[in-house]
């Protein structure tokens, strides 16, 4: 009896193993492209159309379901697509006022929005929480084009004046690296590291550890998004040379071509990467297995 108690319980935990090994969101990256296109490529490069009809998805944000939610900056909205490609519209600016331009969620699910109030031509943060009610975060800004959070919940946000914003849970506002003149697209690792482009003629990205020291991680891209992966390679979407491309670089910066000669501009980028919930759920329910068959 002890024995098949043991077997049951192995049979669960293995069963368990193969579920965890079947989710690779890591391995799969959502990038938007000008032609109102994204692409979705596997581990090894290969493409394929996730959606299309799009006006310049500039920026992909998943939250913690899996739902892709895309910044359809032409249109001012923002769309929703479950894990199955089924869209709907989570944002609409009725009357132009605001136009959204890069997503983030934090780490308590909420959707935040940098944009443009369109009247003013100033920039805005814009906060959904878990119901899709809509707050200003912060506004006035002198643009906000790319954000980012740590594992703070702090916010950082470039826009079109020198440096990075950074914002608190409750709004205050300092700014990090002023020297930086052409801030873009942010990104930070699994430690906690920021990367950070500066968009000028031959674009820079920076790493700054969690003291805010800076150094070069990689130089002569023209990025127009990165992001990291589960294993802590950074990809950069590059619209540099004759054919935009996908780079890849790993912890150390070494760097590799993960996809060439895409036909359309590269614009926003994003990697589904499993939730540490979903981790610790299926060890919980492993425990659980071994516990009820002893």
Partial sequence: MRTRSILAAALIIVALSILVSSITYADNIYVGCDDGTILKFDSSGNSSTFASGLSYPSSLAFDRSGN???SNEGTGTIEK???SGNRSTFFSSDDFSFYPTALAFDR????????????SG????????????????ASDLDGAWNLAFDSSNNLYVTGDSPGIMKFDSSGNMTILDPSLCWPGPLAFDSTGNLYAAEERQDIVIFKYDSSGNRTVFASGLIA????????GNLYENDEGGRYNTIFKFDSSGNKSTFVLNVSSQLEGIA???PEPA???LLSLG????IRKHR
Avoid at 224 to 231: C, E, K, Q, V, Y
């Fill in 224 to 231: 127009t998004g990165i992001a990291f992966d589960s294993s």
């Fill in 108 to 119: 308590s699910g909420n959707l935040f929005v940098t944009g443009l109030e369109a009247y």
């Fill in 286 to 289: 492993a425990a659980f297995a």
């Fill in 68 to 70: 892709l939610y895309v």
């Fill in 271 to 273: 990697i589904q990467v």
């Fill in 81 to 83: 697509f479950d894990s």
């Fill in 122 to 137: 100033s920039g805005e943060i814009m906060k959904f929480d878990s119901s899709g009610h809509m707050s200003t975060f």
């Fill in 278 to 280: 979903t981790l610790l």
